[in-house]
């Protein structure tokens, strides 16, 4: 079964067709982040715009990840096939991420406290910034066949 067809995944997966679509709309790559984690198989070529991330260095690397793409409205993760390390790595990235929305959202909570008690009414909530979590869809070697 396709892990964008599971609610217990926290990920979709994305045809290359449609993140070759996002890729060619330039209103849409400041809102895009392809995170590549394939380690020695990265020689030989990657995406536009790509960062590479190799799987070994995530542990350490998820929670710079989870500050620096706060702002983008979509993350597609990839390795060689995406069957093992791309997902891998964007359900760590969306558990990561889930922490942090979680202390922002204690942090927030806190100093509201604080106001509410100097002004009634308080000001209004700030929402949880949504985002997508991808897995690009056959991975880098089906990105290369098109």
């Not at 979709?12 to 198989?41: C, G, H, K, M, N």
């Not at 030989?44 to 690397?61: A, C, E, K, Q, W």
């Not at 929305?101 to 008690?117: F, Y």
């Amino acid at each position: 079964m396709p892990p964008g067809s599971s609610t217990i995944y926290p990920y979709t997966y994305l045809p290359r067709e449609t993140l070759s679509t996002y890729l060619l709309t330039p209103s849409s790559s400041p809102s895009l982040a392809i995170i590549d984690v394939r380690d020695d198989d990265h020689i030989g070529g990657h995406i536009v715009s790509s960062t590479h991330v190799p799987s070994s260095t995530l542990d350490h690397r998820i929670p710079e990840l989870v500050r620096t793409l706060w702002e983008k409205e979509t993350v597609v993760f990839h390795c060689a096939l995406s069957q093992q390390r791309g997902p891998r790595a964007a359900a760590r990235y969306a558990a990561e991420r889930g922490k942090w929305v979680v202390n922002v959202k204690k942090g927030e909570k806190k100093k509201r406290k604080g106001e509410e008690k100097e002004e009634e009414g308080g000001g209004e909530e700030e929402e949880e910034r949504e985002q997508k979590i991808y897995v690009l869809d056959g991975g880098f070697v089906k990105w290369q066949e098109k």
